[in-house]
C-alpha cells in the first residue's frame, strides 16, 4: 500500500508542484489550503507525512503541529517556509526553508517515509 501524505499549502502552483513530486515518487496525497483544513484531516490518523506550509489562511501550519502535537497526534511532519517559525518545532518535525531543490525536498519525504 502507498505512503499516504497530507499536503497542506495555500499557493495553487507550490501545491500542484508537491502534487507532481509526490505522484511521480509513487505516493498518494490529500491537499488542503487552510489550517484549519489541515487540522481536521490530520485528525482522521490517515496519513503517514505532513507536508505544510507556515502562513495559510485560518491557521499557521506550525501553530496547528502543535496542536496535534497536543491531541496525541504523531504524524511526522515537513514545514516549508520563507519564513521560519517563531516557535519551537514538535520533535517530530523538521524544516526546510524556501526557495528550495525539489531534489532535497524528495530526499527528506522518503528519508521519513521509509521509517
Known sequence: MAKRVLIAEDEDDIRRAYERMLTLDGYEFYS??????????AMSGE????L?????????????????????????????SAIMP???????VSALSKPFDMTELRKKVADILAR
Do not use: F
Open 32 to 41: 488542503v489550503s487552510t489550517g484549519a483544513e489541515m487540522l481536521e484531516e
Open 47 to 50: 496519513y503517514d507525512l505532513i
Open 52 to 80: 505544510s506550509d507556515v502562513r495559510m489562511p485560518k491557521g499557521y501550519g506550525d501553530d496547528i503541529l502543535h496542536i496535534l502535537q497536543e491531541k496525541g497526534v504523531k504524524t511526522p511532519a515537513i514545514v516549508v
Open 86 to 92: 517563531h516557535t519551537r518545532l514538535p520533535q517530530n
